[in-house]
């Protein structure tokens, strides 16, 4: 394996002298007052360079701030420096980092109180530096105590900016002297002045780690209590609100055996993930709801171990795992079901954990990388960059399958443990911090060449959508090429060639092109103008007539300069002859457009037809002569004189109702172009159909008289002209009414009630029965008046519904009385009602009732008419008896049912002793009945042997050992009926 191992290092430096696209570079700090640094924190810039947090491991940290540019494929270093206070040799140690949206930077700062770095009294402060890392300000937050009170250097702190400049901090104090672990977080304002602070009064949750999430705005803070006895560690999530530290929501999952959380993540889709030391990946909601919880488990020998985790394209999670013993990093990424999407493993480095680190965008990662020096031990070498594809060329692509097993996890509510934290800061002079710089040096793995050149030219200024030219371009002695196009499409190419580029929206851009070959590098930028293109649409075509204005306010946009090809001086204009006209624009003398109208002369048709004579309910279409011979979009109105319009004048049909001469005049319009015409009718009358509406009749002959029209001639369908017209079945009746100049024709509609149905009730009801009364109608009719009485208690009771409920409280005949009416039309119905008592059945003996041998049956009932049936069938009342058991019989009147039964029992009682004492009295069968005799009587042992046999004659049980028996008994009665009876007796010394 060690064999296997140098060969790839000696791959990777041949690449890396190559300059291909990824790396493994080595950093080393050529300075005395720091030695070799060990990375605890990687932060990204708003500028594209990474900052890392170094210190070294000896008594006291001396940290180092380094900037090192991402934008090319190797991390090339720009500046590094350590941070001291003024006047002193002290150098703090900075444990977090944070850069603002105004490009200031936070850190979090923790110092011994004692100058010689001696005393175990810390003190913390949360420092701010403008873009030129010049001193802001510098807080205290650290809380006055009693005793020796310690900040805990093993915490992760953690810093954040929110959207509106607050910064948000988070970490861990400890107090020696009661042993009391404070779990902090505050916010600041942009000018250092604490908003709100909060703490936990449970000392027992540890590793608190935050996210913001932008939906709600709220921070998420979240650690983990671990259960000694039960090995069962409770995360337990705290939802704050950002703006006073309140609590929004607290709830809590269990169900982590033997593991811990180590990191929380915030994805794109605001989902909520922790990675555990048990390789369990948990994601829920962000909100407190749980969606899914694995464990990763493979087949190596050596268990894997999850670090951490970026978020990054497509919803996925890229988690690093290491495995005990130095054997190289693997890389696992998941989709949003926990499904694994890729994996990677590395033989040649091995990614490191931290607080912050690793990774920085959604589609490639940075990390600190160690490889095993001389000794065979791990020593920190430099930063690695992962793609989207979890590759490093060249790429090591030995898969590794895992295997996700689901993980019992339940959410549940948590008790409130936040309270405010009042901050006393003890009485310390704030210090003032400067920088120093430090040499650096970067171990180079290439060789020096001929300095490339990234030169090029484009035109000052483009239109929107149009492709820039690249001109006089320098990509000579180059290995790799980028070009950063912000704004543009695409906004970064990677190529020597120039990209295909364009921009969407009007503004100015910078183009830069970096270029390396090797160890050099070279950049040029181009700044360009991008214009709007003009805008304006010309209409199709302009009808030239009298009092035409041609075109007015035509709407333009981004138009600098114009110009008409007759030389006419505005956009808005009249044209005075018929032909082409081309309109050319420009912004700026760039981005030309152009547009063509046409003009023709016209002269609009105004002749329309109209009859000299209409009726009153005719419909006319004046547009049938002239609506194909005027120009498509052409306008028509249509004025009346006096107004004798029917409905709106729609699709060129009108109607009139009142008689006269009318005058109409049609307007005809089309861009400006207007002409009319007036002509002459008149309207006459139509005769008025007879004033009888659609009706319904109760029942007979319907006359319906048509000398009430204005007619002087009608006829019906069926031909008849009687001025009277009689009508005996319903139906729809159509007639023709006609005057000396207009006919029309009408129809009525003619039903007949019917309200003949039946009334829903049985004739026979019993007492106290509670039913439902209904009219059940052969037709429905709407607004039906209904009027019931039922009369019975001496009393009259009224109802005025269709169905009702009637409660029978007295016994005798009732009558039901419906009057139902519509209109005119009425029909009434009476209906008789027999209210009795319940049947009372007798069967004439006692209940239960003793079988001797045989016994008849012979139930009465109370009233004789109801009806008895035996419930099992039986066809006859009379019944001969001879089984033991019980008999149900029911006597019905109508829907009155009563129930009753008789249960007959064994007249003949044997009885037997269950116990047999030896030497005692013996076992005697006594019966009840002196005419039943005993033909046999059997005992047995368990073994199924007859050890006793007689015809009733007692038993001592002398003869057998102590145990239990079975016995049998053959009866025979008097009718010569035999049975046998069984049980048991336990013989006892």
């Known amino acids: ?110 110092l011994d109180d004692d100058p010689d770095l001696n005393a175990v009294n810390s003190t913390i402060l949360l420092a701010k530096f403008d873009e030129n890392m010049v001193q802001q300000w510098v807080v205290n937050i650290t809380p006055k105590r009693t005793g020796i009170y310690q900040f805990a250097t093993e915490a992760k702190v953690q810093l954040l900016i929110l959207p509106n400049g607050d910064l948000i901090c988070q970490y861990s104090n400890y107090q020696v002297n009661n042993q009391l672990s404070e779990k902090v977080i ?139 013993g130095f054997l190289g990093s693997e890389m696992l990424k998941i989709d949003l079901d926990g499904d694994v999407l890729l994996s990677r493993r590395y033989h040649s480095f091995r990614l490191t954990n931290g607080p912050i680190f690793p990774g920085f965008s959604h589609n490639e990662i940075y990390a600190p990388a160690q490889t095993q020096n001389e000794e065979g031990t791990a020593q920190l070498q430099g930063m690695v960059h992962l793609h989207e594809d979890l590759s490093v060329s060249p790429c090591e692509k030995q898969a590794f399958c895992f295997v996700k097993t689901p993980t019992n996890m339940v959410f549940f509510n948590h008790g409130n443990d936040l309270v405010n934290y009042i901050l006393d800061p003890r009485s310390i002079i704030l210090p003032s911090f400067e920088w120093k710089n430090l040499t650096f040096q970067s171990e180079t793995h290439c060789f020096l060449g001929e300095r490339p050149q990234a030169s090029f030219s484009t035109e000052d200024t483009i239109c929107v959508g149009e492709l820039v030219n690249f001109m006089e371009l320098k990509n000579q002695n180059a290995d790799s090429s980028t070009w950063q196009t912000v704004g543009g499409n695409p906004d970064k190419y990677f190529g020597k060639g120039p990209p295909k580029l364009s921009y969407l929206v009007g503004g100015n851009f910078t183009i830069r092109h970096l270029m390396k070959a090797g160890c ?95 009726c009153t309910e005719d419909s006319i279409n004046f547009l049938l002569l002239i609506q194909d011979q005027n120009p498509r979009g052409t306008e028509y109105d249509f004025l009346f004189a006096p107004p004798q319009r029917l409905k709106p004048f729609q699709n060129g049909y009108i109607g009139f109702i009142n008689s006269g001469s009318v005058s109409i005049t049609m307007k005809v319009s089309l861009q400006g172009c207007e002409a009319e015409i007036t002509k002459m009718t008149n309207v006459f009358s139509s005769p008025f159909p007879i004033p009888t509406d659609d009706t319904l009749v109760c029942s007979g002959i319907l006359e319906i008289p048509i000398t009430a029209t204005n007619a002087t001639s009608w006829k019906w369908s069926d031909n008849d002209t009687s001025s009277i017209k009689k009508i005996f079945d319903p139906g729809i009746y159509q ?80 009558q039901l009385t419906l009057k139902a009416q519509k209109d005119n039309c009425m029909t009434q119905q009476t209906f008789n009602i027999e209210v009795v008592e319940l049947p009372i059945i007798d069967f004439g003996r006692d209940n239960p009732s003793l079988l001797i041998d045989s016994l008849i049956l012979l139930p009465t009932v109370t009233p004789t008419q109801a009806t008895l049936a035996w419930k099992d069938g039986y066809s006859f009342i009379e019944r001969i008896v001879s089984e033991p058991g019980i008999y149900v019989i029911t006597a019905s009147i109508g829907t009155c049912t009563t129930e009753d039964e008789i249960e007959i029992k064994r007249g003949v009682e044997v009885y037997t002793p269950n116990i047999l004492k030896k030497g005692g009295a013996p076992m005697e069968i006594k019966l009840s009945d002196p005419n039943t005799q005993i033909l046999e009587f059997l005992i047995f042992d ?40 069984h049980g048991d007796v336990t013989v006892v010394e």
């Open 942 to 981: 368990r073994f199924g042997n007859i050890v006793y046999k007689s015809q009733g004659e007692p038993w001592d049980g002398a003869n057998v050992v102590q145990g239990v028996y079975a016995f049998a008994i053959r009866l025979q009665f008097a009718s010569g009926k035999e049975e046998w009876l």
């Open 520 to 614: 050099l590098v070279d950049t040029f930028e181009q700044k360009i103008v991008v214009l709007e293109n003009p805008k304006f649409n010309l209409p199709d075509s302009i009808f030239l007539c009298q009092g035409n204005k041609g075109i007015q306010n035509l709407a333009i946009s981004n138009v600098t300069n114009y110009k008409w090809s007759d030389g006419f001086p505005s956009i808005d204009r009249t044209f005075d002859s018929e032909g082409s006209f081309i309109l050319q624009a420009d912004n700026q003398g760039f981005c030309q457009i152009s547009d063509t109208v046409s003009t023709r002369s016209i002269e609009l048709n105004t002749n329309f037809l109209t009859p000299n004579l209409l």
């Open 735 to 814: 007639y023709t009414l006609a005057n000396e100049f207009c006919e029309s024709q009408h129809q009525l509609k003619v039903g007949f009630l019917d309200f003949s149905g039946e009334i829903l009730a049985d004739s026979i009801y019993c007492i106290n029965d509670k039913i439902v009364i209904d009219f059940q109608p052969n037709q429905s009719y709407s607004n039906v008046n209904y009027d019931w009485n039922f009369s019975h208690n001496n009393q009259i009771e009224k109802y005025n519904t269709k169905s009702f409920e009637i409660l029978f409280d007295d016994a005798g005949v009732h």
């Open 186 to 324: 505050l916010s600041l304002d942009n000018n250092g002045q604490i908003k709100w602070s909060k703490t936990l009064n449970n000392v027992l949750t540890q590793d608190m780690k935050m996210v913001y999430r932008l939906p709600s705005n709220e921070i998420i803070w979240s650690g983990y209590i671990f259960n000694n006895v039960s090995s069962q560690s409770t995360v337990v999530i705290y939802h704050l609100n950002s703006a006073n530290g309140e609590l929004n929501k607290i709830y809590a999952l269990e169900g982590l055996v033997s593991q811990v959380p180590i990191s929380m993540h915030l994805t794109t889709l605001n989902r909520l993930v922790f990675l555990t030391s048990g390789n369990t990946v948990i994601t829920t909601d962000g909100v407190g709801g749980l969606l899914w919880a694995y464990t990763y488990r493979d087949n190596e020998e050596s268990r894997a171990r999850m670090l951490n985790a970026i978020p990054m394209n497509g919803n996925a999670l890229g988690i690093i795992i290491q495995r005990f």
């Open 1 to 110: 394996m060690a064999q296997k191992i140098m060969s790839f290092f000696l791959l990777l430096n041949g690449f890396l002298l190559q300059g291909q696209e990824g790396f493994f570079k080595k950093l080393n700090f050529d300075t005395t007052a720091v030695k070799a640094a060990t990375v605890t924190g990687v932060y990204q810039a708003l500028d594209g360079h990474l900052w890392l947090l170094n210190s070294n491991n000896e008594l006291k940290p001396n940290d180092v701030i380094s900037t090192l540019s991402k934008v090319s494929v190797y991390i090339d270093p720009v500046s590094s420096s350590y941070l001291t206070i003024k006047g002193s040799t002290k150098n703090p140690y900075i444990l977090a980092f944070a850069e603002g949206a105004d490009r200031a930077k936070y850190f979090f700062i923790h």
